[in-house]
């Protein structure tokens, strides 16, 4: 059974760090690994989306990656800005499942103060 | 181009109600999945629905149960509510099932008090 593992569960930082989130798989049989971000009071929203045959995705501040062998994936956060404070989530895609079943971790609340 | 909408925003039931979830999905988006966060947990997969059919259910037991309707919006309906089915509802679509992302909905938070 797959189990994903989120560390730390929660984060504060002064504005203009840089910061690493974890994320832990127990079976590296994944078809895909995404980050997510939610806030309160709303649904989540999809930041970075890794196949399992890259090691790493960028987006603006954000850089992803994918250690399959390990069952790794970190999310780095440049220069964060108050604006990132939210949950941020990872998910798999199980590659034996034969469907788009997502298996969430418990999340990293990140609070990041001006 | 609308999100995944979701309604009631909120709910409020009594242990032994039957509580009706609706979810309308992203125009042209045939998947739905159901997933629930209740708190201190990590989502878990309920449903998911594609062309009209129950395509595969999560670890719940049977009083969770859903339709998806011929406009492919989808009711997730929770019968003889347990205080512990307090948690937040999250829906999700995709144009197929083939697709790598899911778009997810803002959520109906109930509570069964």
């Known amino acids: 059974k797959q189990e994903v593992t989120q560390i730390p569960a929660a984060l504060s930082v002064p504005e203009g760090e840089n910061l690493v989130l974890n994320c832990s798989f127990t079976d590296s049989a994944i078809y895909n690994l995404q980050w997510f971000r939610q806030d309160p009071g709303k649904g989540l929203t999809s930041l970075l989306l890794i196949q399992s045959s890259q090691r790493e995705q960028t987006s603006g501040r954000l850089n992803a990656s994918l250690d399959k062998s390990s069952g790794r994936s970190t999310l780095y956060i440049a220069a964060s800005q108050p604006g990132d404070s939210a949950t941020y989530l990872c998910a798999v895609r199980p590659g034996n499942t034969g469907f788009q079943k997502l298996v969430f971790g418990t999340g990293t609340r990140l609070l990041v103060s001006p | ?113």
Not at chain 2, 5 to 30: D, E, M, W, Y
């Open chain 2, 1 to 113: 181009e609308a999100g995944v909408t979701q309604s009631p925003t909120h709910l409020i039931k009594t242990r032994g109600q039957q509580a009706t979830l609706r979810c309308s999905p992203i125009s042209g988006h045939t998947s739905v999945y159901w997933y629930q966060q209740a708190l201190g947990l990590g989502l878990q997969f309920l449903l998911w629905y594609d062309e009209g059919e129950e395509r595969n259910r999560g670890n719940f037991p049977p009083r969770f149960s859903g339709r998806q309707f011929p406009n492919y919006s989808s009711e997730l309906n929770v019968n003889a509510l347990e205080l512990e089915d307090s948690a937040l509802y999250l829906c999700a679509s995709s144009p197929t099932e083939f697709t790598d992302t899911q778009y997810f909905g803002p959520g109906t938070r109930l509570t069964v008090l």
